[in-house]
Nanobody, 124 residues
Framework: QVQLVESGGGLVQAGGSLRLSCAAS????????MGWFRQAPGKEREFVAA????????DYTPSVRGRFTISRDNAKNTVYLQMNSLRPEDTAVYYC?????????????????WGQGTQVTVSA
């Protein structure tokens, strides 16, 4: 059983920053990609960023590249998402995810475990 617990969401003005954290507990696989998706009201869940266990592979959706940075601490089984220059269109529930794979994937079925989500709201 694996659990993912997110923290760090909140309300911020456009141009501001937030840092999301996600801690994994339980029987985590030795090869373990961690990442973030988001879902805005009335929209499908979309890929944001992901990082491989070796941190040599990262992937970002084009709309956040250069503004968001994903990182991880394997000793703590934790993944982070530093979000800078936030825009109102970044408003969504952000979900932490993890999967037993070696390279990041961009689709929800690529992942095995999901957190409960944390709300990020960016005001204009």
């Amino acid at each position: 059983q694996v659990q993912l617990v997110e923290s760090g969401g909140g309300l911020v003005q456009a141009g501001g920053s937030l840092r999301l954290s996600c801690a994994a507990s339980g029987s985590t696989p030795s090869t373990w990609v961690m990442g973030w998706f988001r879902q805005a009201p009335g929209k499908e869940r979309e890929f944001v960023a992901a990082i491989s266990r070796t941190v040599s592979n990262t992937d970002y959706t084009p709309s956040v590249r250069g503004r968001f940075t994903i990182s991880r601490d394997n000793a703590k089984n934790t993944v982070y998402l530093q979000m800078n220059s936030l825009r109102p269109e970044d408003t969504a529930v952000y979900y932490c995810t993890a999967g037993a794979r070696t390279v990041p994937g961009r689709l929800p079925p690529d992942y095995d475990y999901w957190g409960q989500g944390t709300q990020v709201t960016v005001s204009a």
